[in-house]
């Protein structure tokens, strides 16, 4: 079945340091691929979407781009800062609808 | 615009009873999916509705049930609660059915907990 693997944490960087989060996938043909993140005491919200191969997507300094050779999707940023301190999900949709898989989250904190 | 809004925020139910969870969604929103997460895992879907029917549902047993309204907003009632349905349930709204490109928006969640 379709499911998603993300590196375990915590993560624990200091500030400006870069920062690497592993995913890889399992799914047939073209799944849509997405990054949330979850700040202490809210809900998901949208960092990244990838929708074909070879997409690579940007928002607040964050990247990742959608591997389909290596069935990858990795997060990563040039230089931390404390308030990216979170809890971050890599997540597949596929099929109609958008019931989203995600991966167990890896939580990254920043210290200054 | 308010976004996708839960109701209410921290719930204690007891073993057996039975508990109901709303969610609002943002505006322009006519699909409305449940999620269960655990705590220190990643959400877990549950099910989707969409033109008030139920149109994907998760590996979750019958006792989650929910409903859709007119107005969009839905319900995810749990029967027979169990120690192991404490949890953060998240809803998520999102506008359209059968789109892959299109993105989810989350509430802040319910926390559950069963005594």
């Known amino acids: 079945g379709n499911s998603v693997t993300q590196m375990e944490g915590p993560v624990t960087l200091s500030e400006e340091a870069f920062l690497t989060i592993n995913c890889t996938y399992t799914?047939?043909?073209?799944?849509?691929l997405f990054w949330y993140v979850q700040y202490p005491g809210e809900g998901l919200q949208l960092l990244l979407k990838?929708?074909?191969?070879?997409d690579k997507e940007s928002n607040k300094g964050f990247e990742a781009t959608y591997r389909k050779e290596t069935t990858s999707f990795h997060l990563e940023k040039g230089s931390v800062q404390v308030s990216d301190s979170a809890v971050y999900f890599c997540?597949?949709?596929?099929?109609?609808?958008?019931?989203?898989?995600f991966g167990k989250g890896t939580t990254l904190s920043v210290s200054s | 615009d308010a976004g996708v809004t839960q109701s209410p925020t921290h719930l204690i139910k007891t073993r057996g009873q039975q508990v109901t969870l709303r969610c609002s969604p943002k505006?322009?929103?006519?699909?409305v999916s449940w999620y269960q997460q655990a705590l220190g895992q990643g959400p877990q879907f549950i099910f989707q509705?969409?033109?008030?029917?139920?149109?994907q549902r998760g590996n979750f047993p019958d006792r989650f049930s929910g409903h859709q309204f007119p107005n969009y907003s839905s319900e995810l009632n749990v029967n027979a609660l169990l120690l192991g349905d404490s949890a953060l349930y998240l809803c998520?709204?999102?506008?359209?059915?059968?789109?892959?490109?299109?993105?989810?928006?989350f509430g802040q969640g319910t926390r559950l907990t069963v005594v």
């Open positions: 509705y969409y033109e008030e029917e139920e149109r």
């Open positions: 799914a047939t043909g073209y799944p849509s």
């Open positions: 997540a597949l949709a596929k099929g109609a609808g958008t019931a989203l898989i």
């Open positions: 998520a709204s999102s506008p359209g059915w059968g789109g892959m490109n299109t993105e989810a928006f």
């Open positions: 990838a929708t074909k191969a070879d």
């Open positions: 505006s322009g929103h006519d699909t």
